[in-house]
């Protein structure tokens, strides 16, 4: 293992895992990984708590209570998930409070059926937070049109909120407005804004998927630009956050004790095995940004990756020409982007879905046993 974790780390990067488990948490893993692989950090999402949950005997002293108890299927898998959120939350507190809240965070995913719907949404993430109930917690909410009125109704709150699915640049300055209006909303009922924390999950890995799907389509010298947009379209999205957070708006909020809320690359395992399998981390490299990992992808980094410094901020002209080529070439940017959120809600609520569908399986059968 190599300093390459300590050295992202110390470049400013914040380095979370993107896996949950009720096993890392009962073996002691995820403490190992916050001691020894700079690990500050958990997101979990629909598609990981399926993964967890179904079929981890894990998780079988609670389903029999719950089953005792003859609660609802969508109460048993939130009294699960919250359970999980709620141990790995108390595993990084101290990371929490040695960071001033700004790390130590773990997040857990409102259910994705209601990405389309802004109340519900909205009162979704308040019992989410409530349930959890400690501060170190992120609500996460799709970036749909649907939930960025829900993003500000949440953060005017004095809920912190990590914003999922972002894909395009269009949509994550649309993020950051709705971030900046719920703050100056927080603020007007007098809300402590330094205690409202947010991060914008801006998905890479995804991105090249789509794109090279249709570059290999259209053939020729398109093919040349293969695996080039998700690092340009990332390094571009850290360009709009660097102008949205040096403007006259943001300072007001940032004079009031306003933190800002960082980018946050997700998606960042390599799907292509052509691929280095360190290329999403390596070549987005900047202050004041988070790379959520699967652990393969910890692992590789931590291994054999090259941390050279900021990789994002010089190269911003060769991002925009990037871009600029793929769209000459016949890719419609604005129909990826839209395609990805579709999917990207789809697979989540698929998720959900079997999530629903384990849990009401082994309800069923300790109710039997009962």
Do not use: C
């Not at 857990?108 to 989410?128: C, G, M, W």
């Amino acid at each position: 293992m190599t300093d390459a974790l300590k050295r992202l780390s110390d470049e400013g990067v914040a380095i979370w895992l993107d896996d949950l488990s009720r096993e890392r948490l009962n073996t002691g893993n995820l403490a190992e990984l916050v001691q020894e692989k700079h690990v500050v950090g958990v997101t979990t999402n629909p598609t990981i708590f399926q993964k967890a949950i179904g079929g981890n005997g894990a998780y079988a002293g609670q389903i029999e209570d719950l089953a005792v108890r003859k609660v609802t299927v969508d109460e048993a898998v939130r009294m699960i998930t919250t359970s999980d959120v709620r141990d790995a939350a108390d595993v990084l507190r101290p990371v929490y409070d040695a960071s001033n809240g700004r790390d130590g965070r773990v997040s857990i995913e409102v259910d994705p059926r209601l990405a389309h719907k802004t109340a519900p949404t909205v009162a979704e993430a308040k019992q989410l937070w409530w349930l959890v109930d400690r501060p170190n917690v992120f609500i996460k909410i799709p970036a749909t049109k649907a939930g960025l009125p829900a993003i500000t109704e949440v953060l005017a709150k004095g809920i912190s909120v990590n914003v999922t699915l972002i894909f395009s640049l269009e949509r994550y300055r649309a993020v950051m407005d709705a971030f900046l209006t719920g703050l100056e909303k927080a603020k007007a009922t007098g809300l402590d804004l330094s205690q409202i924390e947010s991060v914008a999950s801006f998905f890479v890995s995804r991105v090249d998927t789509e794109i090279d799907k249709r570059l290999d389509k259209i053939g020729g010298d398109a093919k040349q630009l293969r695996s080039k947009a998700a690092v340009a379209n990332a390094r571009l999205a850290y360009q709009a956050y660097e102008e949205v957070f040096s403007s006259d708006r943001w300072k007001a909020l940032e004079a009031a004790g306003a933190k800002p809320q960082r980018p946050l690359w997700a998606s960042t395992g390599v799907k292509d095995p052509a691929l280095p399998d360190t290329l999403y981390v390596t070549e987005l490299v900047a202050p004041g940004t988070v790379n959520t990992m699967p652990e393969a992808t910890l692992d590789a980094t931590g291994d054999h990756g090259v941390i050279t410094g900021d990789t994002i901020t010089p190269n911003y002209a060769d991002a925009k020409a990037v871009m600029d080529a793929i769209a000459a070439a016949g890719v419609d940017y604005d129909d990826v982007v839209q395609v990805l959120e579709d999917e990207g809600v789809e697979k989540f609520e698929a998720s959900w879905n079997e999530l629903l569908d384990t849990v009401a399986a082994s309800l069923a059968a300790h109710a039997t046993e009962n």
